[in-house]
């Protein structure tokens, strides 16, 4: 069998250091998946209702709003979705 006995010149995980990655990771995929839902409905206004002025607004409004969730952890995901509510208002109403 393999012998997995630790060396004595491996050091010693940094579970702070894994916890504080592991935790950026997430908010980053939260922020993100967000982002590209809004991003995807402003798409559908530009090309299901030939808004393609809404759609270009909504996808910098959706940029905007990534750029400010990431920036700001305690705001998140929340950034983005009000892209993605107008778009998906927009999409209902146009």
């Known amino acids: 069998m ?3 006995a630790h060396s004595a010149d491996a050091p010693a ?3 702070a250091e894994h916890e504080r990655t592991y935790t950026g990771f997430v908010h980053f995929a939260e ?3 967000v982002a590209a839902l809004a991003i995807v409905a402003a798409l ?3 090309g299901a209702k030939h808004a393609w002025g809404t759609a270009l607004i909504g ?3 959706a940029v905007l709003g990534t750029g400010v969730g990431i920036a ?3 705001i998140g995901w929340r950034a983005p979705v009000v892209s993605l509510v107008l778009m998906l208002l927009a999409l209902l109403l146009l």
């Open 2 to 4: 393999a012998d997995h």
């Open 13 to 15: 995980m940094d579970y």
């Open 31 to 33: 922020v993100g998946t």
């Open 44 to 46: 559908a206004v530009g």
């Open 59 to 61: 996808t910098l409004l």
């Open 72 to 74: 700001a952890p305690s």
